[in-house]
């Protein structure tokens, strides 16, 4: 049973970084979709990132265009979220997760529910 790790959460300022880390323990992300989602109470599991690995495409919200990154890791099991300029609206538990499904139409990767594993999740707070 593979278990999906973050790190690298924390408390930054806005206009800080941080870089997120996701590995599975006991799998791999070779062959799935890789992704992250955030979640703040009292609202729904919102998408940031994807990254499709058989194809290396990139998905992301219109809100961290041009400021988070996602990638993989030279290990096989890990990749990251690098979140750059943040924003107190940032402020969220990050999840990672893993899908094994392919879609051609990159917007079926914004839907949770398509995601097999997921982490416990990492905070991160943004002070304003």
């Known amino acids: 049973q593979v278990r999906l790790v973050e790190s690298g959460g924390g408390l930054v300022q806005a206009g800080g970084s941080l870089k997120l880390s996701c590995v599975a323990e006991?799998?791999?992300?070779?062959?799935?979709?890789m992704a992250w989602f955030r979640q703040v109470p009292g609202k729904e599991r919102e998408f940031v990132s994807c990254?499709?690995?058989?194809?290396?495409?990139?998905y992301y919200a219109d809100s961290v265009k041009g400021r988070f990154t996602i990638s993989r890791g030279n290990a096989e099991n890990t990749h990251y979220l690098q979140m750059n300029n943040l924003k107190f609206e940032d402020t969220a538990l990050y999840y990672c997760?893993?899908?094994?499904?392919?879609?051609?139409?990159?917007?079926?990767?914004?839907?949770?529910?398509?995601?097999?594993?997921w982490g416990q999740g990492t905070q991160v707070t943004v002070s304003s």
């Open positions: 997760a893993r899908s094994i499904r392919y879609f051609t139409n990159g917007t079926y990767y914004y839907m949770p529910t398509i995601y097999d594993d």
């Open positions: 990254i499709v690995w058989s194809r290396s495409r990139t």
């Open positions: 006991g799998g791999t992300f070779s062959g799935w979709t």
